[in-house]
């Protein structure tokens, strides 16, 4: 079965971008209309995140979301078969920090957010790293759609390891120099053990281990963001955050990401997967030793300024 739905999605890639978005088009439109996918939620998310903003602004930023998600989708398809050339083209990168960062003999850990289009972005910067590069991705339930998304994601080079057997899966990657990419703003399995921070003025956890895992090894951290100027264009914009993270503060790093994060969301909203349930959970006072504040932090129960003093 496998072989047979990737042979059909090869034939599907060849179709020209201008007939893949009409296509596009009408699955959206039943998103929007019929099925009204995850409705609910997408609300409920937009009015946490812009209470500002008047229910058609939501609806309207509603409507573009339901294209950009199958844009995403169908665009991942074409990747099967897209020159080079016209990807170049399409996404825009300038790997200059990363080839600085590389040449210091260290690895480097990227932190990003859930934007598309991640699928075509991840062949792009692959393709331009001295690095090997190493995703983090929680595998999906489907057996038959997480072999595909793999065989999309690993065709060009990048190497995914599993949410659910990190320690693991980095072992191979120990004593060598990495890039390692951490999309780290969705809901973590452990609440009670991440880090609780206020985000668009909500209080969310957000998980400890990308933070942890740049202290302990020291190793430059990169901030990414990417935006939609048009259909079928992208730009990936990077910054760096920190060069020695064993520097900062337990929880300064987490922190600087998520208000990173709501920048990047609040320039270009409707291009943000605002289709996960982001604030299922509620924040207890039996979490406030992980809880992390602008301006300071508190450290197993303790209070610590951000800037040290």
Excluded at 18 to 28: H, M, Q
Excluded at 32 to 43: D, N, P, Q, S
Excluded at 63 to 81: H, V
Aim: proline share 5%; net charge positive.
């Amino acid at each position: 079965m496998y072989y047979i739905v990737l042979g059909l999605l090869y034939l599907f890639s060849f179709l020209p971008l201008w007939v893949i978005y009409r296509l596009s088009d009408g699955i959206s439109f039943i998103l929007t209309y019929v099925i009204r996918y995850r409705k609910g939620v997408l609300m409920k998310n937009l009015s946490i995140a812009f209470p500002e903003k008047t229910r058609a602004e939501k609806e309207k930023i509603i409507k573009k979301f339901y294209r950009n998600f199958t844009d995403n989708f169908l665009e991942a398809i074409k990747l099967l078969s897209m020159p080079e050339k016209s990807l170049r083209k399409r996404v825009q990168f300038d790997p200059a920090i990363f080839r600085e960062l590389y040449a210091t003999g260290k690895s480097c850990q990227v932190m990003l957010g859930h934007n598309f289009n991640w699928e075509w972005v991840n062949v792009r910067v692959t393709r331009e790293l001295l690095y090997p590069f190493l995703v983090v991705y929680m595998p999906i339930g489907n057996k038959l759609v997480d072999r595909l998304f793999k065989h999309f994601r690993e065709r060009m080079g990048s190497r995914l390891l599993p949410a659910t057997r990190m320690r693991e899966a980095m072992m191979p990657y120990r004593n060598t120099q990495y890039l390692l990419a951490l999309v780290a703003d969705q809901n973590p399995g452990r609440p009670e053990k991440s880090y609780w921070i206020s985000f668009f003025g909500k209080m969310t956890p957000f998980v400890s281990g990308p933070e942890k895992n740049a202290r302990f090894n020291n190793i430059p951290v990169v901030f990414a963001r990417f935006y939609k100027p048009e259909r079928g264009h992208y730009i990936v914009e990077t910054k760096l955050a920190s060069l020695t993270p064993r520097d900062m503060k337990d929880g300064e790093l987490t922190l600087q990401y998520v208000r990173y994060l709501e920048e990047v969301i609040r320039k270009q909203p409707e291009v943000y997967l605002w289709s996960h349930n982001r604030w299922k959970f509620d924040y207890k006072e039996e979490y406030a030793k992980w809880k992390v504040e602008d301006g300071e932090q508190q450290v197993n129960g303790e209070w610590a300024k951000v800037n040290g003093e």
